[in-house]
């Protein structure tokens, strides 16, 4: 990578896997006022159609219908929200990886409210419409149930 076209090209390629996670945040978070449902938007969109959503223990699903589907039943929970950081992304000519840290919390079916810190582990492809998941791998690393839950941040009145 001695150019400078090519060092351009490599920090606009590690942009656009960066956005494509935080897009994946974005389109499945939600349950408060201001974004009511969660997993409302296209995230099945920032697979590869033979993509790959891997949760482990909670399932694993093949091909973009299949993760369109199972996101579309993830909606009927009352609150998702995922924060992603401290990326490590390699990039090989038209592929790479990358490894994230994840916080996040929700809310289940049955009330509950969780906590929890884990990652992804993912691979990316570069196709025609620009970068997309190959695989994405959950990594569930450790979780705590709220024992008063989630309370609605509201702004202070003077």
Not at 21 to 38: A, F
Not at 74 to 101: C, K
Not at 105 to 113: A, C, L, V
Request: proline share 6%; charged share 25%; aromatic share 10%.
């Amino acid at each position: 990578m001695d150019s400078l076209e090519s060092k351009i090209a490599y920090l606009m390629d590690l942009e656009e896997i960066r956005q494509l996670l935080y897009r994946y945040c974005l389109y499945n978070d939600g349950g408060w006022p201001e974004q009511p449902v969660s997993h409302q938007g296209p995230s099945a969109d920032l697979f590869t159609e033979d993509g790959v959503w891997d949760g482990g223990p909670i399932g694993k699903v093949e091909g973009r219908e299949a993760i369109r589907k199972m996101f579309a039943s993830f909606a009927a929970l009352p609150m998702a929200y995922h924060a992603v950081m401290n990326p490590v992304i390699e990039i090989t000519g038209d592929s790479a990886t990358g490894h994230w840290h994840r916080v996040g919390g929700g809310m289940g079916m049955d009330g509950s409210s969780t906590f929890g810190i884990g990652g992804y582990d993912d691979e990316y492809v570069r196709t025609p419409e620009g970068w997309r998941i190959k695989r994405m791998r959950v990594l569930w690393g450790r979780r705590t149930i709220l024992p008063n839950g989630w309370e609605v941040a509201l702004p202070k009145v003077n």
